[in-house]
């Protein structure tokens, strides 16, 4: 019997989220967010599942060749763009569109020769100040870039929200105004939603959105709304052992933890060694048997402890959920004081992960 952690990521759950995002944004072509091995949740596997978007975003110059040479063939840009020559060539080498944000990039641009030609997306910072062009740069760094040769025309034109999870934040509603007005009469096609955006900002719909999060069935906004979205990646293992203490004892490293009476304990085979919240706090909740029961003590590298005694039937060998149905990444990542991002980008490379398909209908 295996006590190893796996994740299941269900296949039908993507396609319900992107059916989703084509309900909030029907007008606009989708740049299907897929970096960081698609949030966790496996990059040439989600790929395949979003075989029908209009295009694909990375982070990195090798994502973008990992799915070329798979034999992806939709546009795919790299949202960190290139640092130096090399990177730029490896990106006309496999045909890889650029985000434009430096204006160092611009000078390795025009100093480069070549017959194949680049698509770039032009970058403006409206209050990030993460990547881009300030407003008073914008336009001067436009021009330069339509002289270079090796720069298809149009430009795609395109910002990133800071703070659009802040639903009643007039923040948000600045940032697109302002991206609007400098942009206004210029050439190319326009991207400004994020999830968040799409979601819960209907001025920031364009020609391009641009969905990470949601993709995954995970909500973006701070509010944590559903939004009849299907979680896409659960996390399993097993009860490995059973053992009964007094009260009065402690649990764990540090003894954090101390019963107030006499406890059943029940061990998961499951650890911070394969992704598990480090910082997930004492009364975590955890799916035994589909019941809910509370971590206690610290988590460790490969083992948590839970409390089973409101469970009158449990066994060794028992499934264990840590999120999932039923349970929420979101409500685990307010656990841990994180956010579900770093839980699903976390899982470490020992959980196996398996796909299944559940009709979300």
């Not at 403006?124 to 021009?143: A, C, E, H, P, S």
């Not at 996390?235 to 203490?245: R, V």
């Not at 020992?350 to 796909?355: A, P």
Request: one cysteine or more; hydrophobic letters at 40%; aromatic letters at 6%.
């Amino acid at each position: 019997m295996s006590t190893a952690a796996y994740a299941v990521i269900d296949t039908l759950a993507i396609k319900h989220n992107l059916s989703v995002i084509s309900q909030y944004a029907p007008q606009c072509k989708i740049m299907a967010v897929i970096k960081a091995n698609a949030y966790g949740h496996g990059l040439l596997t989600v790929a395949g599942v979003l075989q029908d978007v209009d295009a694909f975003a990375v982070a990195r110059v090798d994502e973008g060749i990992q799915l070329r040479q798979a034999g992806f063939t939709q546009s795919i840009t790299v949202l960190n763009g290139f640092v130096g020559e090399q990177e730029l060539n490896s990106m006309i080498q496999h045909n890889l569109d650029t985000v434009v944000h430096s204006e160092h990039q611009v000078e390795v641009l025009q100093r480069q020769q070549g017959k194949n030609l680049i698509s770039v997306w032009l970058k403006l910072d409206v209050g990030m100040n993460r990547l881009g062009f300030k407003v008073d740069d914008f336009t001067v760094i436009y021009q330069r870039l339509l002289k270079c040769a090796l720069v298809n025309r149009p430009l795609g034109l395109m910002t990133h929200l800071s703070c659009a999870d802040k639903v009643n934040d007039d923040i948000t509603l600045n940032q697109i105004a302002t991206f609007k007005d400098v942009v206004s009469g210029l050439a190319g096609e326009k991207s400004i939603a994020n999830s968040a955006g799409i979601i819960a900002w209907p001025e920031s719909l364009t020609d391009w959105v641009r969905p990470g999060i949601m993709l995954y069935g995970i909500s973006p906004l701070s509010d944590d709304r559903r939004l009849d979205l299907a979680p896409v990646m659960s996390l399993h293992s097993k009860l490995i052992a059973i053992k009964n203490i007094n009260s009065g004892e402690a649990v764990g490293y540090s003894g954090d933890w101390v019963s107030e009476k006499p406890t059943r304990l029940g061990i998961v085979a499951i650890g911070y060694g394969d992704g598990y919240p480090r910082y997930a706090r004492n009364g975590t909740p955890v799916l035994v048997n589909g019941k809910r029961v509370p971590l206690v003590g610290r988590v460790s590298m490969d083992m948590i402890t839970v409390d089973l005694s409101t469970l009158a039937h449990v066994k060794i060998g028992d499934p264990v959920t840590l999120w999932g149905q039923g349970l929420l990444v979101e409500e685990i990542a307010r656990c841990a004081q994180t956010i579900p991002y770093t839980l699903t980008c976390g899982i470490t490379q020992r959980v196996e992960i398996k796909t299944f398909s559940e009709d979300h209908g």
